[in-house]
């Protein structure tokens, strides 16, 4: 089946064929028709099957069908809720590629930069916005947006909003779009709370299921390694250097252990960007370029960007932590194995996170088979001393008490 026969307008088909995709994916079939139709849809699929194009699509033909709102300033005609930057941005990208040859304008507001450009760039007007809930909400306490005339209404990761406390946030955003509107929700997860969050704001939704929610994509090969925690290092040093990684995507469960890490293989002389929460939103999207264009083929992140990352051609996902929520662990090897490409998900479980190992098993109601890595002397590189620069010494600064003394170098 074509992307012309699901209904969609010539110039949305045009640019999704320029774009390089030819034939839709199977939540595409299913969601696209009944979004077209203006009913409201609950999708949910594995990550990484194409939801995205499911809800940008038909939005954008709809939005060219649909009489304009008078084009008012500030008075977006489809609203779409995320829950991180990077998931804000990559789907501003989509939208923007999709609909090349319609008029149709987007912007994404979110945190961590200026908001009086955003105000600008509001007043000047967009069809489209995507938005985090919390700077959505600091934009209407500025009067700076107006959801009153909004048309359709998107909640994409909505159980990921969930988790990280947004849905009070996200309940009083819907309150303030028009009742008479169309809904749609995309999640790779279906909790109960989701399914209660649902029958409140949608009406006779059209379900959209693919596979197993609480499974990955079958494309993604699974391995769980017995490693102790302070072999991880070396381990996952070692398969870089011997293993044919292209792109790595290594997840950790807190920030620190992400500079660690990353620090860590700076000293074995690969280089890596980082993600987390810490670091600016310009550091953030410069790793992620960065990572995109394969200046560097390992990314470090915690789960903040579990779900807002989309990079083509990830050939591994490693989990340095076992993670604590068998979600994570859903979302985070979603990560490779994309649209139907092959990938490979290590995940590094040591003695005391055998317990986190068997609420995966619960969850993914799958038996995972826990191994040794093949014998080397990667354990040795876990403690490999720091090399000296080549280029300069770094600056270190010494503390004693509440004074800072002179610094040294090192």
């Not at 008479?180 to 299921?209: C, H, N, W, Y």
């Not at 997840?251 to 700076?266: G, M, Q």
Request: aromatic fraction near 6%; hydrophobic fraction near 40%; charged fraction near 25%.
């Amino acid at each position: 089946m074509s992307f012309s026969a699901l209904g969609l307008c010539d110039t949305v088909v045009r640019a999704t064929v320029t774009s390089g995709y030819h034939t839709p994916t199977e939540i595409q079939m299913k969601a696209i028709p009944p979004a077209l139709e203006g009913r409201d849809v609950l999708g949910c699929a594995p990550t990484g099957t194409g939801k995205t194009a499911a809800f940008i699509l038909p939005i954008l033909t709809n939005l060219r069908r649909m009489p304009v709102n008078g084009g008012i300033r500030g008075c977006p005609r489809a609203l779409i809720l995320t829950p991180t930057r990077e998931l804000a941005q990559q789907i501003l990208e989509a939208t923007r590629t999709y609909g090349a040859y319609t008029g149709i304008r987007a912007m994404a507001i979110y945190g961590g930069v200026n908001i009086e450009r955003q105000i600008y760039d509001l007043q000047r007007g967009a069809d489209i916005v995507i938005a985090t809930p919390g700077r959505l909400l600091d934009h209407i306490s500025r009067a700076s947006i107006d959801l009153s005339r909004v048309q359709i209404l998107v909640l994409d990761e909505a159980d990921r909003m969930y988790d990280m406390g947004f849905i009070r946030d996200v309940r009083k955003i819907i309150a303030l779009v028009p009742e008479k509107r169309q809904t749609l929700l995309f999640s790779a997860t279906m909790s109960a709370e989701i399914r209660a969050l649902v029958a409140g704001i949608q009406k006779q939704p059209v379900r959209a299921d693919i596979g197993q929610v609480y499974s990955p994509v079958q494309s993604v090969e699974q391995k769980f390694f017995a490693v102790s925690q302070h072999l991880k290092l070396g381990l996952l040093v070692h398969i870089l250097r011997t293993g044919q990684v292209e792109s790595l995507l290594v997840f950790s469960r807190t920030k620190h252990d992400a500079d660690r890490i990353a620090r860590h293989l700076a000293r074995c002389g690969i280089d890596a960007g980082i993600i987390h929460s810490n670091r600016s939103q310009s550091q953030r999207m410069r790793a992620l370029e960065g990572f995109k264009r394969r200046e560097f083929r390992v990314l470090v992140a915690t789960d903040l960007a579990a779900r807002g990352i989309d990079v083509d051609r990830i050939s591994h996902v490693i989990n340095f932590d076992t993670p604590a929520f068998a979600e994570d662990y859903i979302h985070r090897i979603g990560r490779t194995g994309r649209a139907d490409q092959k990938g490979l998900a290590f995940t590094f479980v040591s003695p005391d996170e055998e317990k986190a190992l068997r609420r995966i098993e619960s969850y993914t109601r799958k038996t995972c088979l826990l191994q040794c890595y093949p014998e080397g002397d990667w354990g040795a590189q876990a403690t490999q001393p720091q090399a000296p620069s080549p280029v300069r010494r770094s600056l270190h600064w010494r503390q004693s008490g509440r004074r800072m003394r002179r610094p040294r170098f090192v």
